[in-house]
C-alpha cells in the first residue's frame, strides 16, 4: 500500500499543472520571511551552466514548490504528509528538485544559444506577442479587463504598460523563436504518415461500434503527429547543445 501512495505521489508530483496566470504573473509566489534563509538562496549557487550560475532561488522560481505542496493539500492533506514527513516523500521532492533543474540548465542553454546566434525581436513581433499572451491569460482566467488591470495593480505594477514592459524583458521569448526557426521549421507530416497512424489507432476513433472516417480526424492526427515530431526535434537539439556545454550540478 505504502509503494502504491508513493506511485501516486510521484505522479502528482512530475504532472501537476499550475495555473497559466499564477505562472505569468507569480501569484502564489511566497519570498522566504527570514532575510538570512533569502540572502542564502541568492548566494548559495547549485549548478553552472557555461560560467552562467543558477542560485538556489532560481530554482525554487522554477520549481515553484510552495505551489506543488499547497496542490497537493488540496487533493488529499495525508498525501502532503506522507510526501513532508517520510524519507521516502522526501526523495520524491528531491528527485522532482533535480528534474527542475535540469530544464532550467536547458532553459538557459537555449537561452545562449538564442543570444550566441543573434535572434532578435522587432517591435511588430513583441507586440503580437503580448497581445497573444493577454489574450490567453483573459480566456484561462476567465477576466476582463477590469479584472485583469486589478490583478495586475495588485501585484504591484503601476498599469498595464509596466506588465508588458516586464514581460517583453523575459528571454524565453528569444527562445521560442529560436526553436521556431532553427529547430522545427521544417516539421511536416504527410498523408500516408497520418493514414498508418489512423488504421493502427482505429479503436481511439471509434465509439459505440462507430469509427469515425479518416478524413473527419484527419487534422486532429496531423496535430498530434506534429507535435511529437516537434517535440523529438527539440529535445535532440537540447541533447546537442548540452553534450557540448560545460555544465556542473551541486545537488
Known amino acids: 500500500m505504502k509503494k502504491k501512495i508513493l506511485s501516486s505521489l510521484l505522479i502528482i508530483v512530475l504532472i501537476l499543472p499550475v495555473t497559466v ?28 551552466v557555461n560560467e552562467e550560475n543558477i542560485t538556489s532561488k532560481e530554482l525554487a522560481q522554477k520549481a515553484s514548490t510552495n505551489q506543488l505542496l499547497m496542490k497537493i493539500n488540496q487533493i488529499d492533506q495525508q498525501f502532503l504528509q506522507t510526501l513532508t514527513s517520510t524519507e521516502s516523500g522526501k526523495k520524491v521532492l528531491k528527485e522532482y528538485q533535480k528534474q527542475q533543474l535540469d530544464n532550467l540548465i536547458n532553459n538557459i542553454l537555449l537561452q545562449q544559444k538564442a543570444e550566441n546566434v543573434g535572434i532578435t525581436l522587432s517591435q511588430k513581433e513583441k507586440e503580437q506577442l503580448y497581445q497573444q499572451q493577454k489574450k490567453r491569460i483573459l480566456k484561462n482566467n476567465n477576466l476582463n479587463q477590469e479584472k485583469y488591470l486589478s490583478i495586475l495593480k495588485n501585484q504591484g505594477y503601476k498599469n498595464e504598460k509596466e506588465y508588458k514592459q516586464q514581460f517583453l524583458k523575459n528571454p524565453q521569448l528569444k527562445v521560442n523563436k529560436l526553436i521556431e526557426e532553427k529547430v522545427v521549421s521544417n516539421v511536416n507530416v504527410t498523408s500516408s504518415e497520418i493514414k498508418q497512424f489512423y488504421e493502427k489507432n482505429k479503436e481511439q476513433f471509434t465509439k459505440d461500434d462507430k469509427t469515425q472516417a479518416l478524413e473527419k480526424v484527419k487534422p486532429q492526427i496531423e496535430e498530434l503527429l506534429k507535435q511529437q515530431k516537434r517535440n523529438k526535434k527539440i529535445s535532440q537539439y537540447v541533447k546537442n547543445i548540452r553534450e557540448k556545454a560545460e555544465i556542473k550540478k551541486n545537488i
Not at 496566470?21 to 553552472?48: C, G, R, T, Y
Open 21 to 48: 496566470f499564477a505562472q505569468d504573473l507569480n501569484l502564489n509566489s511566497k519570498q522566504p520571511a527570514d532575510p538570512n534563509l533569502k540572502n542564502k538562496m541568492e548566494s548559495n549557487i547549485v549548478a553552472k
